[in-house]
């Protein structure tokens, strides 16, 4: 593992910019294969970490009521691209209505 990134120039910034931070979690990790059960897992943990590191509660809040929910007008607003927009949905807000509804 060289533990370099290669980010293709042809991507827009938001698109850089998810792309870094979503290889930086991989890298923070020492993650090493994508592949397998193992692999599942690290993708899995690394694509929450990065929608919570790119997501601002506060400000997914303001622009779900705005937006209406509207996906991709989410992702234009809080500058990220839809997967992290639709992995914060699934992979933070999902989990947290879970628990506060066994509670």
């Known amino acids: 593992m060289s533990g370099l990134i290669i980010i293709h120039r042809a991507m827009n910034y938001t698109m850089k910019r ?3 931070a979503h290889e930086l979690v991989h890298w923070a990790h020492g993650d090493d ?6 692999g599942n897992r690290m993708e899995h943990r690394t694509r929450r970490q990065t929608a919570m590191l790119l997501v601002d509660p506060l400000e997914y809040a ?3 009521q705005v937006y209406d929910g509207d996906v991709f007008r989410i992702a234009a607003e809080l500058d990220v691209t839809k ?3 639709e992995d914060y949905r699934d992979m ?3 989990p947290m209505r879970d628990q506060q509804m066994a509670i």
Do not use: D, N, W, Y
């Open 92 to 94: 933070v807000l999902a």
């Open 83 to 85: 997967q992290v927009v």
């Open 33 to 38: 294969t994508c592949r397998g059960v193992a």
């Open 62 to 64: 303001q622009a779900e």
């Open 18 to 20: 998810c792309t870094l």
